[in-house]
């Protein structure tokens, strides 16, 4: 067998392992690293270079983070102050979307579920709210608001990129959110409709509030006062460094790491306490996918899917039928490929059919990176999904009947208004 084969043999498999969860999910994706590397497919450093990706380097990095603010008290009061003005958790809801999207359109979304991530934590322990309810919105709406400007999610910029590579024009900061706006609006009405039902509420982990609660009480008034200081004031710093990370040239992952080893070296927290608010399962699931993405793009099996949908699609194809096949191929591939692989790995054959029909190439690339922002029926399809998996026990399933409606419904809003805003002809 080919190597592309193999590859699409092992996604077909791990597809089937993780909707089933016979094993554990974070087992089903490292035996995924595994096969690629015992079948050749990719080398062993390569099969296993997801244990150094930056993005599993910054999600153990904002887990300690995070911890800080329980282990001091933090969260908890910051959940009693919002909790005084939120009444119930579909205000909440609300607030946390419409933040979370915000922060996404100029922040990374990796960056933004990170930091939002224990403050959200806080404040459905506090109002003893289902924390389910409210960490699946928020990593959706990072995704949606993504969508927004040039800079909110990585798809964004390569389509820039191609389009001036191929002297074809260029797309300016606030275009895109001519679509990302009606997406994210329609994903809070969404999430506060059917979503809210389709969201399970998940028993909240006993034990983790049990620690929080006593962490709060402290050893002593003085020092749990110092110590609050001291998480609120790195939270800050890292923010504030994720926020402006090309200005000083530190890397998102080097912020978080950073934050986290000033909280063990001020006595924050212990090297114990940090080792344990690592979410293990989150780290090998996101780890153990990553050389799947590479495996698509290396062997070819990526384009083979591609070049099978685009055959469908036909020479004679009207927009909404070219902007809703591109659409169904990119958000299928970047369900288990990064945006950023399944994007760079489309936008040179969305400039080649556009320019084949005569078509203006805007509308073709605008449909690609939009649809590769649409990672949601998977907890793997992007990274604010896994870092929400353990801290809300969802399962693989959780995300495919919550994450395919929305789909649906970007998918129908982007075969409306993309031909409509970008017009192919």
Request: one cysteine or more; proline letters at 5%; aromatic letters at 8%.
């Amino acid at each position: 067998m080919t190597p592309a084969t193999i590859t699409l043999l092992i996604l077909a498999g791990a597809t089937i392992l993780f909707v089933t969860e016979i094993i554990p999910l974070a087992v089903t994706a490292m035996s995924v690293a595994c096969m690629l590397a015992l079948t050749k497919v990719l080398s062993v450093g390569d099969a296993f270079a997801g244990l150094s990706n930056s993005n599993v380097i910054l999600f153990a990095g904002m887990f300690v983070v995070g911890a800080g603010l329980f282990e001091t008290g933090v969260a908890k009061k910051i959940g009693d102050s919002v909790t005084n003005f939120a009444k119930s958790e579909k205000v909440l809801l609300i607030a946390i979307m419409a933040i979370g999207a915000a922060l996404s359109s100029v922040l990374s979304n990796t960056g933004t579920t990170a930091v939002l991530l224990p403050v959200v934590i806080g404040i459905a322990t506090s109002a003893g709210y289902s924390r389910s309810k409210l960490l699946m919105p928020l990593a959706l709406a990072a995704g949606l608001g993504g969508i927004i400007t040039l800079v909110g999610t990585p798809p964004n910029l390569i389509v820039k990129g191609a389009l001036e590579e191929a002297g074809l024009g260029t797309f300016s900061f606030f275009e895109y959110a001519k679509i990302g706006i009606p997406l994210t609006i329609a994903g809070i009405i969404y999430m506060l409709t059917l979503g809210w039902k389709l969201v399970p509420d998940r028993e909240v982990d006993q034990e983790a509030v049990e620690e929080a609660v006593k962490a709060e009480a402290g050893p002593g008034k003085e020092a749990s006062k110092t110590k609050q200081i001291i998480s609120i004031a790195v939270l800050a710093v890292v923010v504030v460094a994720m926020i402006f990370t090309k200005q000083i040239g530190v890397p998102l992952h080097l912020a978080a790491i950073a934050g986290a080893l000033a909280l063990v070296i001020t006595g924050v927290m212990t090297d114990k306490t940090a080792y344990r608010s690592i979410d293990w399962t989150t780290i090998f699931l996101f780890a153990g996918m990553l050389p799947m993405a590479s495996a698509l793009d290396k062997t070819g099996a990526g384009k083979m899917i591609a070049d099978l949908v685009i055959g469908a699609m036909g020479q004679d194809a009207s927009p909404y039928v070219m902007t809703g096949g591109l659409f169904l191929l990119s958000c299928g591939l970047t369900q288990f490929m990064s945006n950023t692989a399944s994007t760079a790995l489309l936008a040179p054959i969305g400039i080649a059919i556009a320019q084949g029909l005569g078509a203006d190439p805007r509308a073709v690339l605008i449909s690609i990176a939009v649809a590769a922002s649409c990672a949601f029926a998977t907890p793997v399809g992007t990274p604010p999904n896994t870092l929400v998996f353990g801290p809300g026990n969802f399962r693989f399933m959780d995300y495919v009947k919550v994450g395919t409606p929305l789909i649906i419904i970007c998918f129908i809003i982007s075969v409306i208004l993309v031909p409509i805003i970008w017009p192919f002809f």
